[in-house]
């Protein structure tokens, strides 16, 4: 007989405690459950989207650029990953490749989001500026846009 025939044969298998019998009349004891699953590369994306969730709401002037790290966990959290951790946000950060573009800093107290809002509204200020030094110029520009889409639409 060998080893592991032997001990199916009594019921136990090596290192289980024995399974405890039902009462009459009460339910099978049910085992606990699992622990949540650890966050993995795959499920960064949820990281992402939260990320950029709280970046259009900087972008539309409600957050500033520097937000509370348990803010940014909790907006993770609330896309499915309940048991996200800062150390799951730093891996994250390490790992996703897509969070370059979004993240400047991470420290336990604030996540730096990068924004785009500055050089953007340089180039709508040197925009501005040529437009006032030649407005007939500006004009011209628009109308040539407006016979190109023109042309598009009924081709």
Known sequence: MRYTEFFKEEGELP???????????????????????????????????????????????????????????RY??????????????????ENEPGMKNIVKNITPDTVTVATDAGQSASNADSNAAQAAANPQQTVSNMAKSAAQRRQKSLF
């Open 15 to 73: 290192g289980m405690a024995p399974a405890m019998p039902a009462m009459p009349g009460m339910p099978a004891p049910v085992a606990p459950a699992p622990p949540p699953p650890p966050v993995h590369r795959g499920q960064y994306t949820n990281v992402v989207t939260a990320l950029n969730l709280l970046k259009n709401q900087i972008l539309k002037g409600n957050l500033k650029s520097d937000v509370p790290t348990e803010l940014v966990i």
């Open 76 to 93: 993770v959290q609330n896309t499915g990953q309940a048991s996200f951790t800062y150390q799951d946000l730093i891996d994250a950060n």
